[in-house]
Structures are given as structure tokens and as C-alpha cells.
């Protein structure tokens, strides 16, 4: 186990050098590469890691140098980044993040990072799956939505509401150190659910203003309002950007601006994730002793390339279309 003991029970790796730690950390992180930062250094490390359906605790441990990390591929889920002890100097394109004692780092999917982390570094990851946090906020405002989740990537962990969040993380490793609750619960549990909601309102991102206020989008333009309700009204007819414009009365460029704007995404991206959300529900509705092929409800519902709309549908909700019409009702309302 890790010399503190954390999440001992979990350990998947133990005193290992830097080439270990690298493939470890790959296999329950993201690839990346891990160079010493020091002529001659020995290099030993720890690494545990605990499951809890959609988030994950990845606690890492090393010694005897400061280590340069680069990511090699991009970020697929959140990844929270705090120090039990020493510091993480994380780069994001042109943000950058002290990881230490007072902040932590947050990791938004389809990022790149570097990093830079300080000798005798302990860190622990809190890694949310993108698909459960977004489904979450889904839940949490009461309609889908499209752009993707954004946090501000340096988390003041002075701030009453991050230092509560902070405080829960701890206080789930020490049940899974002791044995407690958790440790008799396997998959999923309360405290996955507990940790999202408390992130999403601890932590600002680009629907914070709306989940905070439960204020609707009111302010948004009158043209970019109808071509929301077609959208949402029609998402299985031809929804081009120069139907959609003419339709409500605005030149395509205006269109783009609007949604971009407003919404976060292009009208292609928003017909898109409606879409999904349209095939979701019948999938779940169906019941696969009748026949009902993937399919036939993706083409339903607009999609005219079923391994491209399969992709697409894996990215949002992290399993393929076939696995939840699978699903039969009495699953569903476990």
C-alpha cells in the first residue's frame, strides 16, 4: 500500500519505477508521457484505485523526483486534481493551475494538459465519466443539454462550497480505508451522485448561472428561440443550417452567431444531441421482444449513418444503443 496507507486496500501498483507508474496511471487515466526532471534519480511510486460506477478515485504516490507529465491524448471524462501533500503545476492551452494544498485542478474532456509535478506528490484523482455528469445536470435542470460541461479550471478550495466538496472526497476515502458503508457496496453508489451534484454547484462552469437561478432562457433572441422549438419540435426533418435560417427568418451566418452565442454549439451540434436524445427514449420505451432493430429508430429520427450515429451515441451516454434496448423494463426501473 501507499506509505500513508490511502486507499490501501485498492493498491494496483506498489513501489514501482517511472515506467510503471506511466503504465499504470495510462490504464486507469489517459496516456501520457512521465519524464523525470532530474539527472540520476530513483524513482519509486504507488497507485490505488477505487470504483464507484461513474467516478472513480485514482490515488497516486511518488518519490525521489520531480516528474514532467504530458498528456498524448485528449481528456474523455472530468478529472479532479487534489494534493494530499506537494504541488502539480498543470498547463491547459493557456490556462494554468497550482495544484497544492488551497487549489485544485480541473480537467474538462477534449482537453491536453501538462503537468509538472513537485517530488514526494501525493495527488488523488476524482474522475467523473462524461456521460454520467452531463446526464446528471440533465436531471439536476430538467431538459437535455448540448454544449458540453466547461468547469473554470482552478477550484479555490477556500471557498465555503469547495471546501465542503473537498471535505466529502475525504471523508469517502476514509470509509473506504475503514471498511465502512461504502465498502460493502459494489458499483455505483450514493456518494457518486452526491459528489456530482456538490461539484456542478461548488465549482463555476457554463451552466452554472442557469443551475444556480433556475431562471429559463429568457434573453435569447427571438429568432434563435423559433428555430429552437423546429429543432426540438422536428428533430427528424431536414434541419440544414439554410432550412433552419430561412425558416425563422435570419440569414444562416446570423444563425451560427446566435447559437454559438447563446447555446454553445452550432445548430448542427444542437440538432445532433436532440436527436440522440429522441432515440434514447425510444430505445428505452421499446421493448426488443417486438423486433425493434437500432436502426430502425435512429433512422426514425434523422440518422442516415448508423455506425456514425452509433459513435455518437457511445461518446454521450457511454454504452452502445444496442446495450440499452437490451435493457428490459423491469432493469430500467431498478
Not at 240 to 266: E, K, W
Request: with cysteine; charged share 25%.
Amino acid at each position: 500500500m501507499a506509505r500513508d496507507g490511502t486507499l490501501g486496500r485498492y493498491a494496483v501498483l506498489r513501489n514501482a519505477d517511472v515506467d510503471g507508474f506511466r503504465t499504470a496511471v495510462s490504464r486507469y487515466l489517459t496516456p501520457h508521457q512521465l519524464t523525470p526532471l532530474g539527472r540520476g534519480a530513483t524513482v519509486r511510486s504507488e497507485l490505488a484505485v477505487a470504483s464507484l460506477g461513474p467516478l472513480s478515485l485514482v490515488y497516486g504516490w511518488h518519490r525521489g523526483a520531480e516528474l514532467g507529465a504530458e498528456l498524448t491524448e485528449q481528456v474523455d471524462y472530468y478529472d479532479v486534481n487534489l494534493s494530499w501533500g506537494g504541488r502539480n503545476r498543470i498547463t491547459c492551452g493557456a490556462d494554468e493551475v497550482v495544484v497544492d494544498l488551497r487549489t485544485a485542478g480541473i480537467i474538462s474532456p477534449r482537453m491536453r494538459a501538462r503537468m509538472s509535478l513537485s517530488s514526494e506528490y501525493r495527488q488523488l484523482h476524482v474522475r467523473v465519466e462524461r456521460h454520467a455528469l452531463d446526464r446528471h445536470l440533465e436531471e439536476l435542470l430538467g431538459r437535455p443539454i448540448v454544449a458540453p460541461i466547461r468547469f473554470t479550471p482552478a477550484m479555490d478550495l477556500r471557498m465555503p462550497a469547495a471546501a465542503s466538496w473537498s471535505r466529502a472526497v475525504r471523508l469517502l476515502v476514509d470509509d473506504l480505508d475503514a471498511i465502512g458503508l461504502t465498502g460493502h457496496v459494489s458499483g455505483a453508489t450514493p456518494w457518486s451522485s452526491f459528489l456530482m451534484t456538490g461539484l456542478l454547484l461548488a465549482q463555476s462552469h457554463n451552466y452554472s448561472g442557469e443551475l444556480e437561478s433556475g431562471v429559463d432562457r429568457a434573453s435569447r433572441p427571438s429568432p434563435l428561440k423559433r428555430a429552437i422549438e423546429l429543432i426540438e419540435t422536428h428533430p427528424e426533418t431536414d434541419l440544414s443550417v439554410g432550412r433552419i435560417a430561412t425558416q425563422v427568418g435570419v440569414d444562416p451566418r446570423s444563425l451560427q452567431r446566435h447559437f454559438r452565442d447563446h447555446v454553445g454549439v452550432s445548430p448542427h451540434e444542437y440538432v445532433r444531441q436532440i436527436r440522440l436524445t429522441r432515440v434514447r427514449e425510444d430505445l428505452l420505451a421499446a421493448d426488443p421482444v417486438t423486433g425493434v432493430t437500432v436502426a430502425e429508430v435512429a433512422f426514425r429520427w434523422g440518422f442516415g449513418h448508423v455506425p456514425r450515429f452509433a459513435a455518437f451515441y457511445r461518446e454521450r451516454y457511454g454504452e452502445a444503443p444496442a446495450t440499452t434496448l437490451r435493457q428490459c423494463p423491469v432493469q430500467r426501473d431498478l
